[in-house]
């Protein structure tokens, strides 16, 4: 499938909060939800790293916790959630519990794994998304990876750091 115009549009703006979140001192990954209108209702990068973060604190898990408290849930299953890289188990949990419908990602999980190798960091799980939301009572769309190259730049040296 190819990548429209305007799904490019808001996966470029999640590498843009990707390095973002990277120049903040924090783990390059940003994810935002448009809304069934093609309205940006949330943006989140990581705050996964101290002082004040907290390990569960996914770009995707903010971004759509944020966006479960604006819209109700019709309105979510009729949302997309753009985001850096490919979302983890936690992430992908929630973003079906918050029933966002659709999910377009840019790096995939086996990419950012060659990315970021054994970093402590990132004890990354080799289970794609897709598989977490077959498992799922409702469907979520995936789309990607897309914009691979582009979306590496934010991880190129990060994860080489002590």
């Known amino acids: 499938m190819l ?5 490019a549009r808001h996966l470029r703006r999640a590498l843009h909060l990707a390095g973002e979140a ?8 940003g994810a935002l939800v448009v809304d069934g209108a ?4 949330a943006e989140a990068g990581n705050n996964s790293l101290p002082p004040d ?3 569960t604190q996914h770009a995707e898990l903010r971004v759509a916790a944020r966006a479960a408290r604006l819209l109700p849930a019709g309105e979510l ?12 188990v936690m992430c992908a949990g929630a973003v079906y519990w918050c029933n966002i419908g659709r999910v377009v990602y840019a790096l995939s999980e086996e990419r950012l794994l060659r990315l ?4 402590p960091e990132n004890p990354t799980f080799s289970l794609p998304c897709r598989e977490v939301f077959a498992r799922g009572q409702r ?7 897309f914009l691979e190259d582009e979306a590496a730049q934010a991880h190129l040296d990060f994860w080489q750091r002590s």
Do not use: I, K, M, W
Request: aromatic share 4%.
């Open 139 to 145: 469907p979520t769309q995936v789309l990607g990876p």
């Open 53 to 55: 973060g907290d390990p």
């Open 116 to 119: 970021t190798g054994d970093h």
């Open 22 to 29: 990277r120049a903040a001192g924090q783990h390059p990954f």
């Open 38 to 41: 093609g309205l940006v209702v």
């Open 77 to 88: 299953a009729q949302a997309t959630l753009y985001t850096s890289a490919e979302p983890c």
């Open 3 to 7: 990548l429209s115009p305007q799904d």
